[in-house]
C-alpha cells in the first residue's frame, strides 16, 4: 500500500524541520516545497537538511521576481502597512506560497498540505484561506496548532531525540523569516516588551552604540509608484531589492 503523500512548506527552521519528523511517524511521505523569495544561500543548507532529516524530496521553487513585482511592489504603491505602521514583508509571501505550494500538491498526486504557523498569528489564514480556495479537496494540516509539543523547547528536545539537525538552542530560540522585503525575528525573550533585543538578534541593522558615526544617504526614483534607481542608477527590481538587502 502507497503512503499518504503531503506537501510541507518547509522553512528551514525549527518548526517545519521537526514538522518532517512529525508527519513521517504518522506514516506520511513526505515532499518539501520551499519558495525561495530572496532569503539567500540558506535555501540550499536547508535543502540539505530537509534531505537529511528524512523528505522524500525538496523541492526549491524561484519565486523572487514574482513576489518582488506582483506582491511587494503593489503593496508599496497602495502603501499598505499593517495596522498603519508596520511594514509587512513575511505576510506577502504567504499566499504566493500557498498557490505555489497547490501546484506541485498536483503534480504530486498529494492527499494534503501542510503549514508551520502557529495559532497566534494571521499567516495560518494566508496559507489556509489560498489553500481552500484553489484546492478545497487538499487536507490541511497545521502541525503546531495540534501536536503534542506545546512549546520551542520540547521541540528542540524533540529534535535531539530524533537527531533532526536544527540551528536553535534553547539560549539562541528565535525565529528568523528573510525575504526581498524585508527580515523578521521572534520568539523567546523577543516576546517580553521589558526586555531590550539581545545583540545576537540584530540581523539586518546595528545597535545604536555601534552605527556609524557619519549619516549615510540613500537616494530611490521611482516610475509610476515603483522603484527604479538606487542614488541615481537603473535597476531591474530584483538588483534593485537585493542592493539593500543583507
Known amino acids: 500500500m502507497a503512503k499518504k503523500k503531503i506537501i510541507l512548506a518547509y522553512s528551514g527552521g525549527l518548526d517545519t ?12 511521505e513526505v515532499v518539501c516545497y520551499m519558495a525561495d523569495v530572496g532569503q539567500g544561500e540558506y535555501v540550499e543548507s536547508a535543502k540539505k537538511r ?8 525538496c523541492i526549491v521553487g524561484d519565486l523572487k521576481k514574482q513576489f518582488i513585482t506582483g506582491y511587494c511592489f503593489r503593496a508599496l504603491k497602495a502603501g499598505s502597512l499593517y495596522q498603519g505602521k508596520y511594514n509587512m514583508a ?3 509571501s504567504r499566499p504566493l506560497i500557498a498557490e505555489a505550494m497547490i501546484n506541485v500538491a498536483k503534480k504530486e498526486k498529494a492527499t494534503a498540505v501542510a503549514h508551520g504557523c502557529t495559532g497566534k498569528g494571521n499567516d495560518q489564514v494566508r496559507f489556509e484561506v489560498t489553500f481552500h ?3 478545497p479537496n487538499l487536507k490541511v494540516y497545521a502541525p503546531v496548532r495540534e501536536w503534542e509539543l506545546k512549546t520551542r523547547e520540547a521541540e ?10 536544527i540551528e536553535q538552542s534553547r539560549k539562541k530560540i528565535y525565529s528568523i523569516d528573510k525575504n526581498l522585503w524585508g527580515i523578521s525575528v521572534e520568539s523567546g ?8 533585543p539581545p545583540a545576537d ?10 552605527a556609524p558615526a557619519k549619516a549615510g544617504y540613500v537616494r530611490v ?3 509610476k509608484g515603483v522603484p527604479a534607481a538606487v542614488n541615481g542608477k537603473k535597476l531591474d527590481p530584483l538588483r534593485l531589492s537585493r542592493s539593500s538587502t543583507p
Do not use: C, N, Q
Not at 156 to 165: E, N, S
Open 17 to 28: 524541520s521537526v514538522a518532517i519528523k512529525w508527519f513521517m511517524e504518522r506514516g506520511y
Open 50 to 57: 530537509a534531505l537529511k532529516i528524512g523528505a522524500a524530496k
Open 156 to 165: 528542540i528536545d524533540y529534535a535531539r531525540k530524533h537527531r533532526i539537525p
Open 133 to 135: 480556495l484553489k484546492a
Open 90 to 92: 513575511t505576510s506577502l
Open 201 to 210: 538578534t540584530y540581523i539586518s541593522t546595528r545597535r545604536a552604540e555601534k
Open 221 to 223: 526614483a521611482f516610475k
Open 189 to 196: 525573550v523577543l516576546e517580553d516588551p521589558w526586555k531590550e
